[in-house]
């Protein structure tokens, strides 16, 4: 058969769908569960405003446990994850990497900011898919051989079993721990830049700006959004790897013990409850 008589390989046929379903899946699911994640987590440095409804421990990790306890309260919480999470990034991460190997980056050539961040782009999108894969497998799926000192993530105990794996274990910051949490902070940072740059490129994709014009102001959007995320995301990071093990727990046991939200928690009743409650 002759060149010009075969059918278009798949994903030149329908390389304007695919790209779509690529851009849109990179921020609904991917990119909203990100922005409550990194909410959720760094709770451990904001969450400290509840010091005065949770006066056990480090408030910070109490309102962490908290918002933990409401997330696997959800009922079908394995279904969210799998169908809601995980095959929308493996969708995603697939495309991208196919988009990856078959563009023909410049920035050799033409050294400006756009040449730039399209190779930042895919480096991101490369370096986050693998840290994404440790931060599931290590602390969803407990591969816990890949944990300095091999300490298992516990929903219960959310915010102190998290600080020990980013630690290295519960006596403070080992060398392996400061590792895992430079790992971590290089891993937040591009999963923050690949979605800040994926939504300022997702607006031209869908035709939403189209002028110079247009691209500057929401550039300026997506900069300023992926500043705010950028700060949640690094105080996580730094909140877990300084959280003191012990001091958390306490928080942790006081809200397990019933004072599920810290809003509501009476501090009298707190510190008349036993303190050694719960598993150790």
Not at 30 to 49: A, Q
Not at 150 to 177: F, H, K, V
Not at 240 to 245: G, I, Q, R
Not at 258 to 266: I, M
Request: glycine share 10%; hydrophobic share 45%; net charge neutral.
């Amino acid at each position: 058969m002759p060149d010009h008589d075969r059918p278009a390989p798949f994903m030149q046929r329908h390389h304007f769908l695919l790209r779509r379903l690529h851009s849109l899946a990179g921020i609904m699911p991917i990119g909203v569960f990100l922005m409550s994640h990194l909410t959720t987590n760094s709770s451990v440095v904001w969450g400290l405003v509840n010091a005065n409804r949770i006066p056990e421990g480090h408030a910070g990790a109490g309102t962490f446990q908290h918002e933990v306890n409401f997330i696997h309260s959800l009922p079908y919480l394995i279904l969210i994850e799998v169908f809601g999470l995980w095959l929308p990034i493996a969708f995603h991460a697939v495309l991208g990497v196919y988009y990856a190997t078959t563009g023909r980056p410049n920035h050799a050539r033409y050294p400006y900011q756009d040449n730039w961040r399209y190779t930042l782009q895919r480096i991101s999108g490369y370096v986050g898919v693998l840290f994404i894969f440790y931060h599931i497998a290590t602390l969803r799926w407990g591969w816990t051989f890949l944990i300095p000192g091999g300490t298992q993530w516990e929903a219960q105990y959310a915010a102190s079993t998290l600080a020990m794996a980013l630690q290295g274990g519960g006596d403070g910051l080992t060398t392996p721990g400061l590792l895992v949490s430079a790992g971590y902070m290089v891993g937040v940072s591009l999963l923050v830049f690949h979605l800040a740059n994926g939504l300022w490129t997702a607006a031209i994709t869908w035709g939403l700006t189209v002028t110079a014009r247009a691209q500057r102001r929401w550039g300026l959007v997506c900069a300023g959004l992926g500043a705010a995320m950028m700060v949640m995301a690094w105080s996580a990071v730094i909140g877990f790897a300084t959280l003191d093990p012990a001091q958390a727990r306490l928080a942790e046991e006081a809200v397990n013990r019933g004072h599920a939200d810290p809003a509501h928690v009476e501090p009298a009743e707190i510190l008349t409850q036993n303190p050694e409650g719960g598993r150790p």
